[in-house]
């Protein structure tokens, strides 16, 4: 089976502060990108892997990235919105790929039975995305600040990467979406788009994605734990 993962890393990392784009900032001594890039390597069943960067990061990527780890075999270009990454991505996979996995850069606690629980889901199902069950009350809250309805969280998931798609149906997911000029929140609501099902696959609480600066500071609680060898 091919797997070809594509991994958008191409925010601004605004809302972090500083001029540092957060895939970038150090954890422990290494970039954030550097983790979720060797969970990816060591998983084993990863064969490419295209990673995708800002414009203005686009050289220095291919000097750090490019071959390290080895399953980083092409670097492009972001676009402007998040769809507009992965879509330039996923331009670059090969049609003869089974599966298309794709991770957000900045979630660096990944781990590989979500990898290969995904990627499995996708080949049964043609579509599966890690989400991890809503447990907080869930309010409606209306223009004023003030709770306009309280959510049955029965049924709810909070979504995250990795997602795992069959290439054929992402591929057809893309070419509705941009015909209809159709932006989603992830690759998943575009398969509902689609029409298509979408299969779970349940995450981790510890599987965060770094926007912030408190997220950086809770990752640099358990960074150790999770790589004991960096």
């Known amino acids: 089976m091919s797997v070809c993962a594509v991994v ?23 970039p954030i990108l550097y983790y979720t890039l060797k969970t990816m390597q060591d998983c084993g069943i990863i064969s490419e892997l295209i990673l ?8 220095a990527a291919c000097a750090d990235w490019l071959g390290n780890p080895k399953i980083v075999t092409k670097v492009v270009i972001g676009g ?10 996923f331009a670059e996979v090969s049609p003869q790929t089974e599966i298309v ?20 889901a996708a080949q049964k199902f043609g579509a599966a995305i890690t989400a ?3 447990n907080d009350t869930i309010k409606r809250v209306d223009s004023s600040g003030m709770v306009s309805q309280t959510i049955d969280r029965e049924g709810l998931w909070r979504v995250q990467t990795p997602q795992a798609f069959q290439y054929a149906i992402l591929k057809e997911a893309f070419t509705k979406a941009n015909s209809e000029n159709f932006y989603g929140t992830d ?13 779970i696959v349940e995450g981790s609480e510890q599987n965060i994605k770094i926007t ?19």
């Open 212 to 230: 912030r600066p408190e997220d950086l500071e809770m990752s640099e609680t358990f960074i150790s734990k999770a790589f004991p060898d960096n």
């Open 132 to 134: 991890i069950p809503v």
């Open 101 to 120: 996995l794709v991770h957000d850069g900045v979630r660096p606690f990944l781990s590989s039975r979500m990898i290969r629980e995904s990627v499995d």
């Open 8 to 30: 958008p890393a191409g925010g601004s990392g605004t809302r972090m502060g500083g001029k540092v784009p957060k895939q970038f900032l150090n954890l422990n001594g290494n």
């Open 52 to 59: 995708v960067v800002p414009e203005k990061e686009y050289d």
């Open 187 to 199: 690759e998943g609501t575009l398969i509902e788009h689609l029409g298509k099902p979408v299969k």
């Open 80 to 89: 402007e919105k998040r769809q507009d990454s992965v879509y330039n991505g």
